[in-house]
């Protein structure tokens, strides 16, 4: 063996490090996606974490109704959102596929349902905000309708690039175990 300071061993120029065994190409794609995957939910449990603040405040009648409005309805089903993250979490240590499956069903059905009925229950008051300019509920002062179209457009974004990466890990760990079946 060389040493950084010493010679290099006797033999070799160096370029013998061709043999050398690789890390198979789906085993790093899947360290890679699940990473992105894990920042993807911490963002959505960032998220989903102010919308359970902003729905607590508003029952709970923590600050005036001025400062706070009630939540829409679709906030309410939105809350189911955090188990389609949990079970994709859960999925990671052993690649289990069943729960990475479950996970992108249910987000479907918990997490962008909500958010496409939500875009449509606000539509017609943010289209009275933007034709007339008036808004009936506030959020500190802000039109909740344009700050809640705010959430929901980051939080397409966050639900769709999970959705896409959890696909790529899916197809990921179905060629490894296509691999392991031909052996």
């Given at each position: 063996m060389a040493s950084r300071a010493g010679p290099r061993a006797a033999g070799t120029d160096g370029s013998d490090f061709e043999h050398r065994e690789r890390v198979a190409m789906h085993y790093q794609m899947s360290v890679t996606l699940k990473y992105e995957i894990k920042k993807l939910i911490y963002v959505h449990l960032v998220l989903w974490l102010l919308l359970v603040a902003k729905m607590s405040v508003g029952h709970l009648r923590l600050l005036s109704h001025d400062q706070v409005a009630m939540?829409?309805?679709?906030?309410?089903?939105?809350?189911?959102?955090?188990?389609?993250?949990?079970?994709?979490?859960?999925?990671f240590p052993r690649n289990n596929i069943s729960y990475l499956v479950l996970s992108m069903i249910s987000m479907g059905l918990f997490s962008i349902a909500p958010l496409i009925y939500g875009s449509m229950e606000m539509f017609p008051a943010a289209q009275q905000l933007y034709r007339h300019g008036k808004a009936y509920r506030f959020l500190f002062g802000f039109s909740a309708v344009s700050i809640m179209y705010l959430v929901l457009v980051l939080a397409v974004q966050v639900?769709?690039?999970?959705?896409?990466?959890?696909?790529?890990?899916?197809?990921?760990w179905f060629t490894s175990t296509q691999e392991k079946k031909r052996k």
């Open positions: 939540p829409y309805q679709w906030e309410y089903p939105y809350l189911l959102s955090i188990l389609p993250s949990l079970l994709g979490l859960l999925s639900h769709a690039w999970q959705l896409y990466y959890s696909k790529k890990l899916l197809d990921s």
